[in-house]
């Protein structure tokens, strides 16, 4: 072992993890369990679980994937807030007791494992993908679409979400009412509502502007603030609030979405760019 | 559409009760001032104040507008807490309804009073 390796191993303190447990089948109710984790450094609050698994409870359940911050998978609640249990080193929550629950307005599934069910219903009811009028355009594209930067800056901070149901479970108005679309939702809908390429802000503002849609945030702020991906929420529900009043009272700008860029003339492929594999699915 | 345009009435209620309460403040205290260093008619809270503001076509008309806009602003208000209880459709639509029809109902009842007492000038 090099000797920066064996610095890197070399304990730093160790800190009680007090961890909650709960098997809906089998407990009664959910039980903080204390585990005493050796910390070394740059470890996370995902390395001193897995720290736990590896040498003193194979039974610990939690949901995890990618370790640095991409995949969304290991949202957790971590010393009183919804945090990514991969990118929070533990020596960074100055404190010697590492507090970790499932995310707050989830139920739980297993131990720090919660059921996302409703946070994806809720995404999916927002349509939020691409809409275009062009029924052809929208299955088989023809091609690219003309956006300028600006444009694209209108949107782009919002299409970073990595749906970890961070923004959800830090919200008050999710803790209190279950209909309510939530800061997730409601972003992904306004950020393809104010994608120039698309065309289904109709079909989205049936969410975005219903009883339970935007109108129903106390804009706490508290989702922006919990992002680890640095989306605001709380921008993106404030914008698309604006755009409905002055769509209210006529004032709105009336815009067209883009169209489809033509095809570039005496265009010639970068030879070192290779070919794309043929289509293993059949076009029928 | 409908809650956009419930809650753009909702912010512009908020603007005119704003402006509105302004004046309110200034008739009130501003205009006890005044009459304490003697300018002005009457003390404003003096009966015969009060009904001389009220036989005023500027008076009748800010006071209907304050009472719409304070009923239709509090109960969207009241209507938006309540909707945040989880309820089910039908006792959403009840919701709905009651406050329209008692927003409605009070605003006839207050714009008549106002009404009534501006038409008693010169009685």
């Known amino acids: ?284 | 559409m409908r809650e956009s345009k419930l809650w753009a009435w909702h912010i512009v209620t908020a603007a005119i009760i704003l402006v509105l309460l302004g004046l309110h403040m200034g008739v009130m205290h501003l205009g006890a001032i005044l009459h304490a260093l003697g300018i002005g008619a009457g003390h404003p809270t003096h009966a015969d104040e009060v009904f001389r503001r009220s036989q005023q076509l500027f008076f009748m008309v800010t006071y209907i507008l304050l009472l719409g806009a304070a009923l239709f602003h509090g109960l969207y208000g009241l209507r938006s807490m309540l909707f945040e209880l989880s309820l089910s459709k039908t006792a959403e639509k009840l919701i709905g309804g009651l406050c329209a029809v008692a927003g409605f109902a009070l605003f006839i009842y207050g714009g008549y009073v106002a009404v009534a007492v501006f038409r008693l000038k010169g009685v």
């Open chain 1, 1 to 284: 072992m090099s000797g920066s390796a064996a610095q890197d191993s070399a304990v730093i303190k160790t800190v009680r993890f007090e961890v909650l447990r709960y098997n809906p089948g089998k407990d009664a109710e959910p039980k903080l369990q204390q585990y005493v984790v050796p910390v070394t450094k740059g470890m996370t609050v995902l390395d001193g679980l897995t720290w736990i698994k590896e040498h003193e409870d194979r039974t610990l359940s939690w949901r995890s994937s990618c370790r640095m911050g991409i995949c969304g998978s290991c949202g957790m609640f971590i010393n009183g807030l919804p945090r990514l249990a991969c990118n929070n080193q533990i020596v960074n929550l100055h404190s010697n007791v590492v507090v970790v629950k499932p995310l707050p307005n989830f139920d739980i599934i297993r131990d720090l494992v919660p059921d996302l069910e409703s946070l994806f219903a809720k995404h999916r009811s927002v349509k939020p993908y691409l809409i275009r009028k062009d029924p052809v355009e929208q299955n088989l594209p023809t091609g690219e679409y003309f956006q300028s930067e600006r444009e694209l800056l209108n949107y782009i901070q919002f299409a970073y979400c990595i749906k970890c149901g961070l923004c959800m479970s830090a919200c008050p108005t999710v803790a209190t009412s279950e209909d309510y679309t939530g800061p997730q939702a409601l972003t992904q809908a306004w950020r393809y509502t104010a994608d120039t390429r698309d065309e289904g802000a109709k079909e989205r503002a049936k969410e975005l502007y219903s009883t339970h849609g935007v109108y129903r945030c106390h804009f706490a702020g508290a989702c922006s603030q919990v992002c680890p991906k640095g989306v605001d929420p709380a921008l993106a529900i404030q914008l698309a609030k604006k755009a409905a009043f002055l769509k209210v009272f006529s004032l709105h700008k009336r815009g067209r979405a883009t169209s489809v860029a033509p095809p570039v003339d005496n265009w010639v492929a970068n030879k070192d760019i290779p070919k794309a594999p043929a289509p293993t699915v059949k076009q029928e």
